[in-house]
């Protein structure tokens, strides 16, 4: 059995269920872990909900059960387009110039004709020096834990030919 296959507790059940259900938990991890029994703060709820969505089997009934709806429902990327075609041909019949435009503009995001970027232009000018020093010491971090080969480290004890290490390590 895969991680994916693995049989779902009833909590989990009910908290797929609530999670592509219309209501509060309809995409919300936090309340369909709260209407699915979970118990907790609100930051805790928060947290269930984002662990089970990324749990492979819970995942797997998520996008098993949103098939099932759609299907049942007739629902597929060709209806769509073709409903939003449909809306267009009447918005332009009836002159209505906003409806019209809007569902060409669907169909260009469909199409990825566009995408909306927002450029950020820095120079270390720009950067404070705090800010600088800051970034320094979580890269000079960053570098202390890695291998030789450059991959996380910690198989092997520091004897000071690995990047960052300045002698033995020592462990407590």
Request: charged content about 25%; some cysteine.
């Amino acid at each position: 059995m895969t991680e994916a296959t693995k049989p779902l507790t009833a909590r989990q059940e009910a908290f797929v269920q609530h999670y592509t259900s219309p209501g509060e938990g309809l995409f919300n991890g936090t309340g369909a872990a709260r209407l699915a029994g979970y118990k907790g703060s609100p930051n805790t709820l928060a947290h269930t909900g984002h662990e089970n969505v990324r749990k492979p089997h819970i995942w797997s009934a998520i996008r098993s059960r949103l098939k099932e709806m759609y299907s049942a429902a007739d629902l597929s990327v060709d209806r769509v387009l073709n409903d939003i075609e449909f809306t267009r041909q009447c918005a332009i019949r009836d002159g209505n110039w906003t409806a019209a435009l809007r569902a060409s503009e669907l169909h260009g995001k469909y199409l990825t004709m566009w995408i909306e970027r927002i450029e950020h232009v820095h120079t270390i000018e720009d950067v404070a020096t705090n800010d600088l020093v800051d970034l320094a010491n979580r890269l000079a971090s960053k570098i202390d834990g890695l291998n030789f080969n450059g991959s996380a480290g910690g198989d092997e004890p520091g004897d000071g030919s690995q990047p960052g290490d300045a002698g033995a390590r020592t462990t407590h």
